[in-house]
T-cell receptor, first 115, second 111 residues
Framework: DAGVTQSPTHLIKTRGQQVTLRCSPKSGHDTVSWYQQALGQGPQFIFQYYEEEERQRGNFPDRFSGHQFPNYSSELNVNALLLGDSALYLC??????????????FGPGTRLTVL | QKEVEQNSGPLSVPEGAIASLNCTYSDRGSQSFFWYRQYSGKSPELIMFIYSNGDKEDGRFTAQLNKASQYVSLLIRDSQPSDSATYLCAVTKTSYDKVIFGPGTSLSVIP
């Protein structure tokens, strides 16, 4: 049973650049959520995708955008990178259709460093 | 007031002791509560979830929920050095709502 996968593992960018991170959910899951985790802090919710639409959004600027594809995989795009965007970006998948409790399972994360 | 708060830690316990981790939340509409374990440099791993008042046991782990007090805790019995990690408390209101995480508590189990 394939778990949540993310790519790339590590990424180094410079200020002002744009980045795209990718996530494939756990087999059978239909919902993808993205989180930003700064060093020493808990994950902060960015947004959630279900049925190819953004369903929930956290307190992040419009520079953060996403997409979900028909196969449930998802992308996170960040434009005009700032130094403060350096963090571990986590993708979590869940099954919205039948789950009562919203258990989320995380991928290994993408470590983004902005120089 | 932050939505989810946890003991800042670090918490140190000797091997074999009981580790007690605490979490409070502000939204009375919260329905599901999760404990994740995160090893340094790794992603969070779900270890327990609870949705009814009372205790839920799974092996050496016991989650306790008191909705009236807006409090959830995690007890780890017979703590092992391999339990040394950051423990994240998370809450959500519905099965499709965003999940809000606390800042985490660092636990160190001393051999």
């Amino acid at each position: 049973d394939a778990g949540v996968t993310q790519s790339p593992t590590h990424l180094i960018k410079t200020r002002g650049q744009q980045v795209t991170l990718r996530c494939s959910p756990k087999s059978g899951h239909d919902t993808v959520s993205w989180y930003q985790q700064a060093l020493g802090q808990g994950p902060q919710f960015i947004f959630q995708y279900y049925e190819e639409e953004e369903r929930q959004r956290g307190n992040f600027p419009d520079r953060f955008s996403g997409h979900q594809f028909p196969n449930y995989s998802s992308e996170l795009n960040v434009n005009a990178l700032l130094l403060g965007d350096s963090a571990l970006y986590l993708c979590a998948s869940s099954l919205r259709a039948t789950s009562s409790y919203n258990e989320q399972f995380f991928g290994p994360g993408t470590r983004l460093t902005v120089l | 007031q932050k939505e989810v708060e946890q003991n800042s830690g670090p918490l140190s316990v000797p091997e074999g002791a009981i580790a007690s981790l605490n979490c409070t939340y502000s939204d009375r509409g919260s329905q599901s509560f999760f404990w994740y374990r995160q090893y340094s440099g790794k992603s969070p791993e779900l270890i327990m979830f609870i949705y009814s008042n009372g205790d839920k046991e799974d092996g050496r782990f016991t989650a306790q929920l008191n909705k009236a007090s807006q409090y959830v805790s995690l007890l780890i019995r017979d703590s092992q050095p391999s339990d040394s990690a950051t423990y994240l408390c998370a809450v959500t209101k519905t099965s499709y709502d965003k999940v809000i995480f606390g800042p985490g508590t660092s636990l160190s189990v001393i051999p």
